[in-house]
Structure formats: C-alpha cells, structure tokens
C-alpha cells in the first residue's frame, strides 16, 4: 500500500466524507491511489489523462524507475501536475475538486487541476442594464469572470494576484489591475487588507468589502459593485482596482468617487450630446429623490408664505380633512413605499413588479379617497419613488433613501433650517470621506478643473486626453490629442 503515514492522515481528515473516492491502481507492483470527490472534478479527463495512462503503465513491461522519472521530470502524464508535501495541503485540494495520487513509497502526492464545477452560462446583466453597448455580465464562476476580462484588455500589464481567505471557504479572491496605471500605494493597501483578513469564510463579495472597510462607519460606499465586465475594464484603464471573488457575479471597484457612482457605462456608448444631457437629468432628480419630501413637508407645515397663492390654496384644500400631519403622512406614505419595493423583490419575477406598481396606485388612490393622505403628498412620494430609480448603483441609492428619511423628520422638526443643517453636515461629511486615500468629492472638493470633462458632463472623447487624477498618475495619458 502507499506511504501509510500520509495516506492515513488524509484518510483521517476525510473520515465521514462519503463522497470522496478511493480509486486503488498498481503500477509495476506498486499500490498507487487516486483519490478525489466525483462531484466537482472532470471526470473525464480524469478517466482519460491520469487513471488509463496508469492503467496502461500497469499493463506494459515493469520498467519502475523509468516511470518514476517521467513522473518527476512531469512527462508522465499530457496534462499539468504539481506535487503536494503536506497532508493538510493534500486535504485541501482534494475537497476544492483536485484529485490525488498517492504513491508507495513517496511522502508527497501529486495533484491534478482537473475541478470542474457547477455553473451558469455568461448572460445579460440584470442590475446594469444599457440600450447601446455590450450585454454580457458576470458569473458566479471567477475564472469565467477573468476570461471577460482578458477578452477586453490583451495586454501583458493586466496583473491579477490571488488571495484564498475564510478558514472553511478558501475563496479564491483575485487583486486585477493594470501595472504602471493604477497608485502603488492603493494597490500597497488593498494588499495588505487583504493579506491581514481572518474571517471564516465569504459568502459573497458585500462580505469582503464589509471587512475591508474597517474603521468606516460612512452609510456611503467607498467601493463600487459592478456586474459588467466593460465597467471593470474601463475602471482597470483609468487607474482604478478591480477585486473579483469567486461565487459572486459581482466585483468591486476602488477607488471610487461620488461622482463615478452617479454614472453610467451607457454615458459613453452615447454621443457626447446624449450622454451629458442624461447624465444632468440624473443628476437632477438623484437629488430631488433625497430632499424632495423634506422640503414639501417643511415648507407646508412652516414656511407656507413662501408658496404662490394659487398653488397654496390648492394644497390647504386637499389637506382640509387630513386627520394626519404632514410629516406623518410623509413617513406613511415612503414607508409604504419602501414596503411596495421590498415586496416586489422579494416576489417571483413574473408578477414582482407588477406588483409593486399596481399596488402603489392602487394603495395611493383608496388611501386619498378615505381620506388618510392627500393627493399631493402622493404625488410628491411618486415623483421621489421614480427619481430613486434613475440612480446606477445600487449601494448608492439606498444611501440616498436612508438619508431621505432623517432629512424627512428634520424638516418636519425644524422646517428648512433643519433640512439646511442636514445638507450641510452631509456636505461636510463627504469632503471629508475618501476611498482608499481619495477624496470622495473629487474633483469638485478638492477642485482639480482638467477632470471636470468626465463628472457633470462629458466632453467629447478626442478631448479627454488625460486620465482623472483620482485614481493614477496624471503623466499616463489616454491619447494623444489630434
């Protein structure tokens, strides 16, 4: 039989593993064992590359020291073996789906990366969708997710460096950037973040970011998620890290800015026209779904005299039978909302959204007919609902609807003062916020002009000739102008 002691140790941390198999084959009169787990190994290849060669070895004249020199010199198999000395390393490769030969007589085995799991095909993203531009998004499968990648950018520069973190998990965590663009010191960081985690495992990659991000307690994200391989590439170009995790069709991107989180990858698909005018509509109504039914609730309960007669006399006659304030009304109606939304994700897909929206007029109307809110507190929650949607990035939005709710209760508190002061500590905040040693206001605090072409905006491609100098070196240029 093979070396007892090491295959007695990996026998020992299998114990209960009814799934593992213990293939025994002779070789010249040496007990040779594979040993692996069928449900996430090729099983063909396998068969074909490793157990037949052995086979047909076991049938041809006994030549042992030959084969033992083909095997160490890794010409004894046509696919790709390494060797494990360790029986805690050997374990460990097994449940990832490597299958081992154990050898009479050798205190290591060799191993074969031969794992093939369980995986969806490439398919359109579902978050992040766009009119004009690819439609491929991420898997759960992370070398799938590199494969996209490495489609995009062919060059030598794109780097990845692999981390295996969680004490039960092992996920494969993969560092992706593009050497001489991205900061040395960030890149330094993120390391060193990453090499420092001792967690039990990760499940999905909001994980990872939640015990990076130690320290911060900011409800605003100092990273990116993004499901699209053509964001991730463009990010790796200007300079920016991509983290990839195996198990989650996700990465994310650091660092990031307020105002990268307020674009979208179809602003560039565009004409320049086009993707400016979409990009200040988003802008508009981003902020209109955050202070909006603060200020309504504000200005009708204290500061009436501000509203034009007409418009005024309109309001006070909805409101006539309202047994409610209208800070109550306001938290009724946006936490009704806020209900709507979570049922319509949670609801199969089919009929989720239908749902959600039908219900809302449905709910709006018989709650103004019975009285219990007005037709323009209604309207005020519908225009905020709507305007929460044009925002891109998901982490972002719920910001923005968890800070609603503070400005919403200030406001009916403290009436514009209250909603003045709010703004301005949120302001205050994020001058001070940086993501990975970045301003997260940047480039409007600190004001750097050159990079004003890509925030607000966006100037024509032929003149944005530098990349912003959040995330690189301002020497790398894009392109030369013409």
């Not at 692996?36 to 063909?44: E, F, Q």
């Not at 086009?274 to 609730?297: K, N, Q």
């Amino acid at each position: 039989m093979p070396d007892k002691n090491i295959l007695e140790l990996i026998k020992e941390q299998l114990t209960d593993c009814s799934d593992a198999v213990y293939q025994s084959i002779h070789v010249y009169g040496h007990a040779c064992m594979l040993i692996y787990i069928p449900a996430i190994v090729d099983m063909l290849s396998l068969q074909e590359f490793v157990a037949s060669p052995l086979k047909s070895e076991a049938n041809s004249e006994p030549d042992w020291p030959q084969f033992m020199e083909r095997l160490d010199r890794g010409s004894a198999f046509v696919i790709p073996y390494m060797k494990a000395f360790h029986p805690d390393r050997a374990v460990e490769l097994i449940v990832s789906g490597n299958p081992v030969l154990c050898i009479e007589g050798l205190p290591y085995v060799y191993y074969f990366e031969i794992t093939q799991y369980q995986k969806r095909a490439v398919s359109e993203s579902q978050n992040e969708l766009v009119v004009i531009g690819p439609q491929e998004a991420f898997i759960e499968d992370v070398q799938t997710n590199l494969s996209l990648l490495r489609h995009k950018i062919k060059h030598a520069d794109l780097k990845t460096k692999h981390f295996s973190i969680g004490r039960y998990t092992k996920t494969d965590v993969y560092l992706v950037y593009i050497e001489g663009l991205c900061k040395p010191e960030i890149l330094a960081e993120m390391e060193e973040k990453l090499n420092n985690l001792s967690v039990d495992g990760i499940l999905g990659i909001s994980y990872l970011a939640e015990h990076m991000r130690q320290g911060h307690f900011s409800p605003f994200p100092i990273y990116q998620y993004t499901e699209r391989p053509d964001s991730v590439a463009a990010s790796l170009m200007e300079g920016r890290i991509s983290i990839l995790q195996d198990g989650t069709p996700s990465a994310l991107l650091a660092p990031v800015t307020f105002f990268a989180l307020l674009q979208s990858s179809e602003d560039y698909y565009q004409n320049f026209y086009a993707g400016s005018w979409i990009r200040l509509v988003r802008f508009f109504f981003s902020l209109i779904s955050m202070i909006l039914p603060s200020l309504y609730v504000a200005i009708t309960t204290f500061h009436a005299q501000i509203i034009p007669s007409n418009l005024l006399i309109t309001i006070a006659a909805a409101r006539e039978n309202i047994p409610f304030s209208a800070l109550t009304e306001a938290l009724l109606m946006e936490l009704t909302f806020e209900a709507l939304r979570e049922a319509g994700t949670r609801i199969p897909k089919p009929v989720g959204q239908t749902v959600s929206i039908i219900g809302g007029i449905v709910i709006g109307q018989a709650a103004v007919q019975a009285g219990i809110v007005s037709a323009p507190m209604v309207i005020v929650v519908s225009i905020t609902g709507i305007a929460s949607y044009i925002i891109p990035h998901l982490e972002l939005g719920l910001t923005f609807r968890l800070l609603r709710f503070v400005l919403l209760i200030l406001g009916g508190t403290m009436g514009l003062i209250g909603v003045f002061i709010a703004v301005f500590i949120i302001y205050g905040h994020l001058a001070n916020l940086k993501s990975f040693g970045t301003p997260f206001l940047q480039p409007v605090a600190p004001l750097v002009l050159e990079d004003w072409k890509d925030t607000v905006v966006r100037v024509p491609s032929q003149y944005m000739t530098e990349r912003s100098s959040s995330y690189t070196d301002r020497k790398n240029k894009r392109r030369q102008k013409q």
